[in-house]
């Protein structure tokens, strides 16, 4: 049974308890020993919800209904429900039913220097190749977000340019190593101008040493790219990642990949 109907026929029982207390009380004992696993847990999580405190309502309809919502999301939707927990999911499962998200997967880490550690407190830039491998454009206003670990970037959110079905663009983040050696972990998801995260999850996994070499190697490759010939009438830029919300088209850039 999907996440959605459990939380559907939990709300009847709730919505019965409200009703008549001494009815829900058979029902309630019949009722479980037929729902399986997901909607006890279900039941368990409503049942210790007596709480009006916003925060912990908000990481409660998190926890149920997955990664895929922020915080700002589910404020929204408890807000739009008077803080109930159980009107905010319903909304929420019908909203999604109602509405697809977009589709993104990462292609490839192609981060200058990648798999090298980084000596504390360096400056230095991560960049993913993503494709739109879904049927509808992404909405003005997407954005690469952080969502999880150690922010080693100097901000949260990154603006992406919307991408047609098929095409790809390369990412760029800058990012600072923090001040002691050690190995470091954040999460970065695509979102919609609402919030709604969709695609494929990227890790940033980071080693931190004295010695580090991947700033170096960064700086060396724009040192090259600077001696470099270019076109007369080009806007290169020599200290940006290629290809950074340059769109192309899937199959072309494999082939260029496999070249």
Known sequence: MSTRNAALRLGGLLEIHQRDNNQVE???????MEVDDLEQNLLQQFSCMGTTDHEVLIS???????????????????????????????????????????????????TIGEGESVPPQTSFVKTWKVAN???????????????GGVNLALQTAVPVAPLNPGEVTDISVDMNSPSLPGMYESKW???????????????????????????????????????????????????????????????????????
């Open 189 to 259: 998801r695509m979102a919609t101008p609402n919030g709604s995260y969709f695609g494929d999850t990227i890790w940033v996994i980071l080693s931190v040493a004295e010695g580090g070499t991947l700033a170096l190697t960064q700086q060396l490759t724009h040192f090259n790219a600077l001696g470099s010939v270019i076109p007369i009438g080009s806007h290169f830029n020599p200290f940006a990642a290629q290809n950074v919300g340059r769109p192309q088209h899937l199959h072309q850039d494999d082939a260029q990949m496999g070249s």
């Open 60 to 110: 409660q309809l998190r926890k149920l209904v997955g990664d895929d919502v922020n915080e700002s999301t589910a404020s929204f939707f408890l807000d739009m429900n008077n803080w109930n927990l159980q009107a905010a999911i319903c909304s929420y499962f019908e909203f999604q039913s109602t509405h697809k998200l977009p589709n993104m997967t990462l292609v490839q880490d192609v």
């Open 26 to 32: 058979r029902h309630t004992c019949k009722t479980v």
């Open 133 to 147: 491998n879904g049927d509808d454009r992404w909405p003005d206003g997407s954005y690469l977000a952080f969502t």
